[in-house]
T-cell receptor
Framework: AQKITQTQPGMFVQEKEAVTLDCTYD???????LFWYKQPSSGEMIFLIY??????QNATEGRYSLNFQKARKSANLVISASQLGDSAMYFC????????????FGAGTRLFVKA | GAVVSQHPSWVICKSGTSVKIECRSL??????MFWYRQFPKQSLMLMAT?????????EQGVEKDKFLINHASLTLSTLTVTSAHPEDSSFYIC??????????FGDGTRLSIL
């Protein structure tokens, strides 16, 4: 069963505008972690932001913020003031703490930033 | 920040040869390392999880005799693709973590089998 769902295969955003990338997840664990990674065309995976299931406040890292809605099991990534260099593939991931810290990834969303 | 080094970044070899990929955590001790495979325009597929000093745990459908994983120290894990064939061509990425920290990824290895 799909545990991480990213419903937007591709997104366009105008430079300097904000964009939200959607992510929903499914787990029966009470303790888990949610991550967002960026993968540019060169292939490396770049860690962006982390949200723990017990964290009451939404995580923020610079221009990245995670809109965590636990009851809805969603963990959307918000990128503010988009830059051309933000064009990349973005993956939402979840780590469940039962079964050994395994992290699974969503299908990804390709973001295109227009000048 | 934490750095994971993966080597080589690109391999082209003949069918039937074995290929070894190294993954090193440079500035932290990685209690757990992960190996992923990524096909073009697809997500990362977890192949196996390895803890230092113990046998790797393979995901369903991944042939452990085909993809040998060794995690001999807290800073080094290797993936050996044995008797590689064209269908093994892919992008392989390792990641490492220490306890409950975000995983840090290597830059990946593009493997092409001719």
């Amino acid at each position: 069963a799909q545990k991480i769902t990213q419903t937007q295969p591709g997104m366009f955003v105008q430079e300097k505008e904000a964009v939200t990338l959607d992510c929903t997840y499914d787990t029966s664990d009470q303790s888990y972690g949610l991550f967002w990674y960026k993968q540019p065309s060169s292939g490396e995976m770049i860690f962006l932001i982390y949200q723990g299931s017990y964290d009451e406040q939404n995580a923020t890292e610079g221009r990245y913020s995670l809109n965590f809605q636990k009851a809805r099991k969603s963990a959307n990534l918000v990128i503010s003031a988009s830059q051309l260099g933000d064009s990349a593939m973005y993956f939402c991931a979840m780590r469940e703490y039962t079964g050994g810290f395994k992290t699974i990834f969503g299908a990804g969303t390709r973001l295109f930033v227009k000048a | 920040g934490a750095v994971v080094s993966q080597h080589p970044s690109w391999v082209i070899c003949k069918s039937g040869t074995s290929v070894k990929i190294e993954c090193r955590s440079l500035d932290f001790q990685a209690t757990t390392m992960f190996w992923y495979r990524q096909f073009p325009k697809q997500s990362l597929m977890l192949m196996a999880t390895s803890n230092e000093g113990s046998k790797a745990t393979y995901e369903q459908g991944v042939e452990k005799d085909k993809f040998l994983i060794n995690h001999a120290s807290l800073t080094l894990s290797t993936l050996t693709v044995t008797s590689a064939h064209p269908e093994d061509s892919s992008f392989y990425i390792c990641s490492a973590m220490d306890s409950n920290q975000p995983q840090h990824f290597g830059d990946g290895t593009r493997l092409s089998i001719l």
